[in-house]
């Protein structure tokens, strides 16, 4: 499935700044079954190439100069469902036996998981999404899996984090991964979350929130421990005052031509967002 990806990060700030330096974590790469056709990232400042401790294929991105806005756009093609060479593994599997603050079990999640520790992997999986709903807005970026698990309720990110948390328990090393998600209705206008676990020699890729196995409908941005290391941008900045921020992703069989509308909308979401 050849898929087309246009990707916006909007950020507005109520004063000037006068720095800013980001990683961005927005280019795949090619294997997992995916081949990149091509990709660009377009913002205004100096973006500096590099591969992350786990792989990935990320850039720092600096501005030097006072600015109020920062928009980041990355767009191209990538074809899923193909056969590929697997990447090189970065680091070995065992790293991500590694529990964060974002993905700790604590004793309620590694009860819920114990059950399940001679079962196939898709069991606890559906299991945990009827444990945990999902619902916008109750939770946030930073809310530890063991918070959204006992809410039982949250998104594609704390569903990643709290499966990675349960199977850590059972000592199935696991890794957070982010990217993008083809929807035939177009209803996912986001980055989206899954998860790897390692089990006979290789990765097997779990969506829990939309319970299936990772398939040619994904495409593979980064992974990490958690969010944090997995996260597509993060960074800092001196100076900005209050921040707005908006993004939205649109993912095609077709290509799409660009909408100024589209930019203008959500440069007023990320103005909405400040309030």
């Not at 990709?39 to 600096?62: R, Y």
């Not at 999640?109 to 606890?124: C, G």
Request: glycine share 8%.
């Amino acid at each position: 499935m050849l898929l087309n990806i246009e990707h916006q990060t909007q950020y507005v700030f109520s004063e000037m700044v006068q720095y800013t330096i980001q990683q961005l974590r927005l280019t795949p790469r090619n294997g997992y079954r995916q081949a990149v056709k091509h990709w660009q990232i377009k913002v205004n400042g100096q973006l500096t190439p590099f591969e992350d401790a786990f792989g990935n294929l990320s850039h720092t991105l600096v501005i030097d100069q006072p600015h109020e806005a920062l928009l980041i756009t990355v767009s191209g093609a990538v074809e899923t469902g193909v056969e590929t060479e697997p990447p090189e593994q970065a680091l070995p599997a065992e790293i991500y036996l590694r529990d964060t603050p974002l993905t700790q079990a604590d004793a309620a999640m590694a009860e819920f998981a114990r059950p399940f520790a001679n079962a196939p992997l898709t069991d606890l999986m559906h299991a945990l999404r009827e444990r945990m709903q999902y619902i916008k807005g109750a939770t946030q970026v930073d809310t530890p899996a063991a918070q959204a698990f006992r809410l039982g309720k949250g998104v594609c990110q704390d569903h990643a984090h709290a499966f990675i948390g349960c199977c850590r328990s059972l000592g199935l090393p696991a890794r957070y991964v982010s990217g993008y998600l083809f929807t035939v209705d177009g209803s996912l206008m986001q980055t989206h979350a899954w998860v790897d676990i390692w089990q006979q020699g290789h990765w097997l890729g779990l969506d829990v929130s939309n319970g299936t196995l990772v398939n040619e409908t994904h495409v593979r941005l980064a992974h990490g421990l958690d969010y944090r290391s997995a996260s597509p941008v993060t960074g800092s900045r001196i100076g900005g005052g209050i921040e707005g921020m908006a993004s939205v992703v649109s993912v095609n069989q077709q290509a799409r031509q660009a909408n100024p509308q589209e930019q203008a909308r959500l440069l007023q979401q990320a103005q909405s967002a400040q309030q």
